[in-house]
Structures are given as structure tokens and as C-alpha cells.
Nanobody
């Protein structure tokens, strides 16, 4: 049974940092791709970052490049998202998601589509990030 448990959200002042974590269980971590998405109130879910098992490092949409750093640790079955210089517009529920790497196209191509969330069949419960000005 695939499970993703996200944590690390909270209330932070603008300019601060947070590190989100997502612990995976119930499947072979090394075969899976992971992504972070976020959804703000009244807005569509958007991709923040993605890393496949064959990737040396994570990919980011142009709008997310610079302040977000995603990493994966196979020894702890954990993916993380470091967010620096948080801004009020980063306020959202952040979700980790997983799918088998072999079925996923290069993330730089997927970021251009609005259907990327549909490619991930496993989702964590989300962790709320609130940034105050």
C-alpha cells in the first residue's frame, strides 16, 4: 500500500525558510519519480519541482527556479523541499506525489502542460505553508 506522509509546513514570516519532508512507504522508492505541487485557495494545483529515479537533480518550472530545492534520500525513503525567501504568494497547501519513473516524460516537458498532476497516482495529505507579510 503506497503511502506518502508530508510534514514541515507552518506559519513563517516573509523572507524566512521552511523545509518540507515527505516519507514514502509501501513501494520501491528507487523506481519512483516524485514531485511537489502546491495549491493556493481558489487556484489550480501547480508543479513546484520533480525528480525521477534516473535524474541527478531535480527539475523546476521557470517560475519556481531559484528559491526551491528538492532532494531525494533513498536511505531514508524521503524527498524534501527547501523553500527560501518565502513570500506571501507562496502560501498554499504543498503536496508530494509519486509515480513510477519509467512512465514519466522529462519534467521540463511536463511543466509546460496543465495535466501534470494527473500523471501521479499517489499523493500525500498535504502540508500547509502560510507566509505572513
Amino acid at each position: 500500500d503506497v503511502q506518502l506522509q508530508a510534514s514541515g509546513g507552518g506559519l513563517v514570516q516573509a523572507g524566512g525558510s521552511l523545509r518540507l519532508s515527505c516519507v514514502a512507504s509501501g513501494f520501491s522508492f528507487d523506481r519512483y519519480a516524485f514531485a511537489w505541487f502546491r495549491q493556493a485557495p481558489g487556484r489550480e494545483r501547480e508543479a513546484v519541482s520533480c525528480i525521477r529515479s534516473q535524474d541527478a537533480s531535480a527539475y523546476y518550472p521557470d517560475s519556481m527556479r531559484g528559491r526551491f530545492t528538492m532532494s531525494r534520500d533513498a536511505t531514508r525513503n524521503t524527498v524534501s523541499l527547501q523553500i527560501d525567501s518565502l513570500q506571501p504568494e507562496d502560501t498554499a497547501v504543498y503536496y508530494c506525489a509519486a509515480t513510477e519513473s519509467i512512465s514519466l516524460a522529462p519534467p521540463r516537458l511536463l511543466f509546460k502542460t496543465s495535466t501534470m498532476p494527473r500523471l501521479f497516482e499517489s499523493w500525500g495529505q498535504g502540508t500547509l505553508v502560510t507566509v505572513s507579510s
